[in-house]
């Protein structure tokens, strides 16, 4: 099985796996994998051991009222 993580994933899914099974305190796990209490509270919290998407879910733009005007005219020009 090929496994693709990020290049500053500290944990694999069968890690997760094991962080989500644990009922032990966080700072216990977390000194046992080497990886932050956050890390571990993090894991805990969701539902799947998969690697979340990092794009952007909203983007984060502001045009200057002159440039959406220009946007707005090339759009309706445009169409």
């Known amino acids: 099985m090929l496994i693709s993580l ?3 994933a500290t ?3 069968k ?3 094991a962080i989500q099974a644990s009922t032990e305190p966080a700072w216990v796990v ?3 994998y080497g990886i ?3 890390t571990v509270w993090k894991w805990r919290k969701r539902d799947s051991v998969q690697d ?3 794009t ?3 983007l984060q733009t502001t045009l200057t009222p002159t440039q959406e005007a220009v946007a707005v005219s ?3 020009s445009l169409l």
Do not use: D, G, M, Y
């Open 36 to 38: 932050s209490e956050q």
């Open 6 to 8: 990020h290049k500053q």
């Open 11 to 13: 944990t694999t899914p």
């Open 15 to 17: 890690v997760r796996a």
């Open 56 to 58: 952007a879910r909203r």
């Open 74 to 76: 090339l759009r309706k």
């Open 30 to 32: 977390a000194e046992r």
């Open 52 to 54: 979340r998407s990092h």
